[in-house]
C-alpha cells in the first residue's frame, strides 16, 4: 500500500448539511496539492444520516475514507481516532462545519515544505460567532496562556497542518482528557502559524454548547497547569492568616473590654466563608483525581464499529523517510 502525501482527519457529528460542500471544497483543494491526498472523515456518533452520505462519498470518491466510531466519544478523541488511521506524510487537522477553510492548507503546506513540523492556523477574526463566545474564547486563551509552564498560541485551533514525527509523538499520548491545541505545543519541533479569517458555519448550528465548552476548557487547564491546586493552597494560607488576625483581634478587645456582645452574624459569615472554601479546595482536589482514575482504568479512548477504505484492527503507519519524499 503506497502512503499518501497529505491526510485530511475531519470529524464530523451531525454535519449532514455540510458534507456535500465540504467535499467539493476539499476536492478542489487536493487537486492544487503538490502531491496525492486522503480524507479520513470520523463520524462520531451522528444520528442525522451523516454516514450514509460519508459512505455515498466513498463510492463517488476512494480517497474519502470513512471511519465510524461506535459512539460519540467527542470531538478530541474523534480527531485521535483519524489521526491514529492517517497514513500521509502530512496530517491536516480541520472541522467540517467549514469554519476551517481548505484553502488555507495551499499556505498550510508550502510552510511544511519550507521546513516547519507544526503549522497552525490562527484566527484573525471570528465571523458569525455571538459576543459571548468571543469574548469567554479571547480570555480563556490568554488566561490558559498565563496559568501553563507550555507555550500555547493565541487564538490557534485545532486547524493545523502535522507531519509524521509531530504525529507519532501525540500518538504516543494516549491520555483520555485530551487537549490536543496543548498537546501539540507540548511535543514542540519547529512550529509556525498562519493567519486567517475564521468565516461562519456553512449550514446547521454548533455542536458546542456552553457546559461542553466549559469542559472542554476545564480540561484545558487542569492538563497542563498546577496552577488551580497552587492556587487553593495560597487560598488556604491567606484564610489562615486572616483567621489568625482575627483571633488576635478578639483576644485583645476582649482584653481591653472593648468586645462586650457576642458577634453572631461575624461568626456565621466566617463559619460559611471557611465552609465554602473547604468545599472548593476538595473539589479542585477532586477533579485531579477524577482524572487519575479515568487514566488508571486504562478503557480505550474509542471503539470502531464500521470502516469505509480503512483498516479497523489499527493505522498502517508511513516508512520512515525525507521530508514531503513521495513513495
Known sequence: MTAPEYSFVIPVHNEAESLPELARQLTDVMAQLDGSAEVVLVDDGSTDGSFEIMRELHEHDARFRVLRLSRNFGHQIAITAGLDHADGYAIVIMDADLQDPPEVVLEMAQRWRDGYSVVYAVRDRRSGEGLVKRVTAKWFYRLLDRFTDTPIPLDAGD?????????????????????????????????????????????????????????????????????????????????????????????????????????????????????????????????????????????????????????????????????????
Open 159 to 327: 486547524f493545523r497542518l502535522v507531519d509524521r514525527q509531530a504525529l507519532t509523538a501525540i500518538r504516543s499520548m494516549r491520555e483520555h482528557n485530551r487537549y490536543l491545541r496543548g498537546m501539540f505545543a507540548w511535543v514542540g519541533f519547529d512550529q509556525t502559524g498562519v493567519r486567517y479569517v475564521r468565516p461562519a458555519r456553512y449550514a446547521g448550528t454548533t455542536k458546542f454548547s456552553m457546559r461542553k465548552m466549559a469542559s472542554f476548557a476545564t480540561d484545558g487547564i487542569l492538563s497542563f497547569s498546577a496552577a488551580p491546586l497552587r492556587l487553593a493552597l495560597n487560598l488556604g494560607f491567606v484564610i489562615s492568616t486572616l483567621a489568625f488576625l482575627a483571633g488576635f483581634a478578639a483576644i485583645a478587645c476582649k482584653v481591653a473590654g472593648v468586645y462586650t456582645v457576642p458577634g453572631w452574624a461575624s461568626l456565621s459569615v466566617a463559619v460559611a466563608l471557611l465552609g465554602g472554601m473547604q468545599l472548593i479546595i476538595l473539589g479542585v482536589i477532586g477533579e485531579y483525581i477524577a482524572r487519575i482514575y479515568e487514566e488508571v482504568r486504562r478503557r480505550p479512548l474509542y471503539l470502531v464499529r464500521d470502516t469505509l477504505g480503512l483498516d479497523a484492527d489499527g493505522p498502517w503507519r508511513a516508512p520512515d523517510g525525507p521530508r514531503g519524499s513521495r513513495p
